[in-house]
């Protein structure tokens, strides 16, 4: 089994800053893409940062320039560096990653979610 637990969640005022972990644990052969989702109330979940097994990263075009994602393969861990927060980056937060479970086997995992609340 393959478990990726999420931290760092929370209330945070407007240009205020969070910083998000997520570290896969268990039968892991080799993670290969990590990202984090993020799904607020009333609407769909969206796609907030990807970064590659080689560190390349893609950015939702609303968050570019605040949000910083990294990688430490090492550690099978994934961080997003949230600044100067906004009340609409308000939502639950989900790490996902695709994980191969043995060479040939590669499947998709998520987190359990951490809320961020921007509000003042």
């Known amino acids: 089994q393959v478990q990726l637990v999420e931290s760092g969640g929370g209330l945070v005022q407007p240009g205020g800053s969070l910083r998000l972990s997520c570290a896969a644990s268990g039968s892991i052969f080799r993670v290969n893409d990590m990202g984090w989702y993020r799904q607020a109330a009333g609407k769909q979940r969206e796609l907030v940062a990807l970064?590659?097994?080689?560190?390349?990263?893609t950015y939702a075009d609303s968050v570019k320039g605040r949000f910083t994602i990294s990688r430490d393969n090492a550690k099978n861990t994934v961080w997003l560096e949230m600044n100067s927060l906004k009340p609409e980056d308000t939502a639950v937060y989900y790490c996902?990653?695709?994980?191969?479970?043995?060479?040939?086997?590669?499947?998709?995992?998520w987190g359990q979610g951490t809320q961020v609340t921007v509000s003042s």
């Open positions: 970064i590659t097994n080689s560190g390349t990263t």
């Open positions: 996902n990653a695709d994980v191969y479970t043995a060479i040939t086997w590669s499947y998709n995992f």
